[in-house]
């Protein structure tokens, strides 16, 4: 179950990983609907280069990190990392999803944007989901 578990994070999160490369290298589909906007429809981040690389190489990250703890690739960790770097990559996860209280999140205000409708269909739910089924994964050992 977590091998499968598993195969299925590593795949959302190397496609995720793949759209920030493509934003950070001057991609333009799905960039506008993805930054979170104010009540005037303005875009609260402006995401540089290094900003779209730093989130991609997390994601992939996140997504090597999930096949070692199913033991699809057999590498040693650090014990510290071993034992919880998948609960804080779950709390990211879900904190995500809770949001910020302002912009992102299931809790925003702000509500009223094309980035807030999209958040609350699909991001939000998004990062809930992978929080919980690492936190399945971490419960499994």
């Known amino acids: 179950m977590n091998v499968i578990i598993g195969t299925l994070l590593f795949t ?19 960039k506008d609907t ?3 906007t104010n009540a005037k429809n303005q875009k609260v ?10 989130v991609g ?14 033991g699809l690739i057999n590498f040693e960790l650090w014990d510290w990392v071993s034992n919880y770097g998948l609960w804080l990559t779950a709390a990211v996860f879900v904190l995500r999803a809770v949001g910020e209280f ?7 205000k702000i509500k009223h944007s094309t980035f807030a409708a999209r958040d609350t269909k699909y991001y939000s739910p998004l990062c809930l989901a992978l929080g919980v ?8 050992k």
């Open 57 to 70: 190489l997390g994601l992939l990250a996140a997504g090597v990190f999930i096949l070692i703890k199913v």
């Open 45 to 54: 981040l402006h995401p540089k280069l290094l900003d779209c690389f730093a």
């Open 34 to 36: 993805t930054i979170p």
């Open 12 to 30: 959302v999160l190397t496609s995720l990983s793949g759209l920030h490369f493509y934003w950070g290298l001057g991609g333009k589909w799905g």
């Open 133 to 140: 089924l690492m936190i399945i994964i971490a419960l499994n």
């Open 102 to 108: 302002k912009y992102v999140g299931f809790f925003k």
